[in-house]
């Protein structure tokens, strides 16, 4: 898929398409800039928690869980920052501890504004849940290596919220050892993104990599809803300009993998 | 270290509704412990802490301990290290679950049968349209670990996840919560259904058609099977409560149909044996 073909119209047709275009530029950058901001509080989880593991990986000694809970005063304060993100941690790989098989040193914020662990029964004997290394934000981050935005998903294993996961690896010394992440529910993250979203002249969402809308001011594709046809992983995977399809207009969010759907510029004076 | 909850275990320490309180505790705890949630020897929270956590005044959860100490659930220890610890009881689970359904009244049962297969309905239908094969394989994992489970916990364990999974797959975050209490509160009284080799092969099967429907977008057909899996479910604890009328705490004989105990206030269920 190529770039948007320019409309074909009269001066005034050509303004209007390339003011709503500017426009669309300026939400997708809005959304990048909100989703960057979160990856910077999963980046300091990241660098505080390869610190903390590397000295212990060049004694050969196995961190214990107890280790882990040098992260808490790193972890507390980008909780307690302002912003859309409602839980910070760090998920261990299974194997990486040697008192616990699997462990989430997992920091969430409640309603008000209080900070809390999440304490899971992680134990198989106990719990359905206790292996968690098939959710996006985990496998998705292990598995290629890079940063990874999961979601929009139904968080059952934390918080029972629909929300989006933000996560990266942890390696230490070329070893995996779990991801560093954040959680942002969607409520939190429409109320960052819509006002700019609400700037566009018409309706748009905002789709994850399958289509999965984030956001929306389509009522008819609200958060949740799939948006069929496009191959939005081409998109992403493409030159950053973005494409069209159909009369969408296609604009990914920086290196964010999400991507902006619009209607594409009218034609009235050429159809 | 204290060890908290997953998904349905966190449901044990939520808010209480409507349901007579003494006994929306008696049944969240013991069903909890029943499902192995609450580990044998665990020492549950202080009373305040438990009762604010479950929502419920001090004397409420006073008379829920009592009931649940009266069916050897919990044991309380007083003074220096004391406070109520969790006791799984000796004896066949099979029996403890079977005296636990006959503290249900076969309307009862029928209320949260119409409630689950509302939800699992729902769910299904929403899932249906707004699937992707992401969200599949989640179902396929754990139907194949319902299949191959052994004991009859893990078995309940694990159709609970199936049904918040298939809620997760709809994008419903209330929906998902919804299982994860229905679950919370029958998924003891299931190991009763999930434990007969027949109702589970033929419930594996059920939940591989609900699977297909979701993959193929057929929302009705998702939406009409899922009600089915959840229908035959309750329809078999309905026979089971049935065919032991002499058990503790069961209403007394047939005449339950409406009229007869129209007049009474809502009953006390007795959840423990006498």
Known sequence: MGSSPRPAGGPDVLDEAASADVAAADVAAGVRDTLESVFDTVAETRTDTAALLAPLTAE???????DLAALRPGLHERLSRPGPVSGVGFVAAPGLLADAPVWLEWWQSGAGGEVRPLLLDLDPEHSAYSDYTHWEWFALARDTGQRAVAGPYVDYLCSDEYSLTLSAPVTVEGRFTGVAAADVYLP???????????????????????????????????????????????????????????????????????????????????? | MERDQDGARRTVF?????????????RRLGDAIELGLLADGEQLPGEPELAAQLGVSTVTLREALMALRQRGLVTTRRGRGGGSFVTVPEGPVEERLLAHLGSWSTEELRDVGDHWTAVSGAAARLAAQRTEPDDLRQLHRSLEELADARDAAARSRVHGRFHVELAAAAQSARLTRE????HAEIGALLCLVLSEEKHLKDLCDRHR???CAVQDGAQEQARARAEQCVEVSMGRLVELRLGAPGLAGGPPGPHTKEGTRGKQPPSRRRTGRP
Do not use: W
């Open chain 2, 14 to 26: 939520t808010p209480i509704g409507t349901q007579a309180r003494v006994d929306a505790v008696v």
């Open chain 1, 60 to 66: 050969g000694r196995q961190p214990t869980t107890a």
């Open chain 1, 188 to 271: 939190a993250f429409e109320a960052a993104v819509m006002p700019v979203l609400q700037r566009l002249p018409g309706p748009a969402c905002l789709v994850n990599s399958r289509g999965r809308v984030a956001v929306s001011t389509d009522a008819r594709h609200l958060a949740g809803s799939l948006l069929k046809g496009p191959d939005f992983g081409a998109v992403l995977a493409g030159n950053g300009e973005g494409a069209s399809y159909e009369g969408l207009r296609l604009r990914p969010c920086g290196d964010i993998p999400l991507i902006l759907v619009t209607a594409a510029a009218e034609q009235p004076a050429a159809r």
């Open chain 2, 179 to 182: 299982e994860i209490g229905i």
């Open chain 2, 209 to 211: 058609a609900v699977i």
